[in-house]
C-alpha cells in the first residue's frame, strides 16, 4: 500500500507565509506527478501547482508568482511554499501522487491540510 502524509497546514495572516509538505510511503516503484490541489468549502477541488520529475512545474494563474512547488525526489516529498496569501487561499489543501506500483500507474491522496488565511 501507499501513503501520503501532508504537513505544515494552519491559521495565517493576510499576507504571510505557510509551507506544505507531503511525504509518500510505501510500496512505490516511482513516482510521476506529484501535485497539491485545494478545496474551498462549496467549491470543486482544483489544481493549485503539479510538478514532474522536480523540474517540469505547472501552476493555477491564481496561485502564479505567489506559490513555489518542489521535489526531493530521494525523498519522494513535495512542497508549497505559499506566500503572500490571500484570504481566497483559504481552503483544505491534498497532495497527490501518480505512483507506479508493480508496472501500473495508481493515484493516491493525502488526507488534507487546512489552510485557513484570515484579513
Known amino acids: 500500500q501507499v501513503q501520503l502524509v501532508e504537513s505544515g497546514g494552519g491559521l495565517v495572516q493576510s499576507g504571510g507565509s505557510l509551507r506544505l509538505s507531503c511525504a509518500a510511503s510505501?510500496?512505490?516503484?516511482?513516482?510521476?506527478?506529484m501535485g497539491w490541489y485545494r478545496q474551498a468549502p462549496g467549491k470543486q477541488r482544483e489544481l493549485v501547482a503539479a510538478i514532474v520529475s522536480g523540474v517540469s512545474t505547472n501552476y493555477a494563474d491564481a496561485v502564479k508568482g505567489r506559490f513555489t512547488i518542489s521535489r526531493d525526489t530521494a525523498k519522494n516529498t513535495v512542497y508549497l511554499q505559499m506566500n503572500s496569501l490571500k484570504p481566497e487561499d483559504t481552503a483544505v489543501y491534498y497532495c497527490n501522487a501518480r505512483v507506479n506500483r508493480r508496472g501500473s500507474w495508481y493515484d493516491y491522496w493525502g488526507q488534507g491540510s487546512q489552510v485557513t488565511v484570515s484579513s
Open positions: 510505501g510500496s512505490i516503484f516511482s513516482i510521476g506527478v
